[in-house]
């Protein structure tokens, strides 16, 4: 099964909704598990880099299969060998602080989730948010 862009936009929305309930602005990010980009949002105010904070934080997760933060998580210099190749060779930044997180169904990475701009505890308990409404929505 793949990401669908409805359940997509329902799990960046419940991140946003954290974000607010935090007072905090962030950028959300979902991946494939090929590390394609599926859905994004910026909130207003957010920081400038935010946006490619959260997509590598997404790329991290979707690659590893694990949290973005995961200090276990080793990687070999040469990336060939991983679904995300593709997306590595275009430059897109490798970010390995949390607030990603892979979104897992019938114990396959399908994607990532990935978010950038508060501290990493606020970009956790938001993508936190995204997870829960993502795997609730079918």
């Not at 419940?14 to 979902?30: E, F, P, R």
């Amino acid at each position: 099964m793949s990401i669908r862009l409805a359940e997509a936009n329902r799990a960046i929305e419940a991140a946003l909704a954290k974000a607010h309930d935090l007072a905090v602005k962030i950028s959300v990010a979902i991946c494939d598990a090929d590390g394609r980009p599926v859905a994004f949002q910026r909130m207003d105010g957010t920081l400038a880099e935010a946006h490619r904070a959260s997509y590598g934080k997404a790329l991290v997760a979707a690659t590893s299969g694990r949290p973005s933060g995961d200090e276990s998580i080793e990687f070999s210099e040469d990336f060939k060998d991983f679904r995300t190749a593709t997306v590595m060779g275009e430059a897109v930044p490798f970010i390995r602080r949390p607030g990603g997180l892979p979104i897992i169904r019938a114990g396959q990475v399908e994607g990532a989730l990935g978010v950038a701009g508060a501290t990493d505890e606020q970009d956790v308990e938001c993508a936190l948010a995204g997870i829960d409404a993502f795997t609730s929505s079918g």
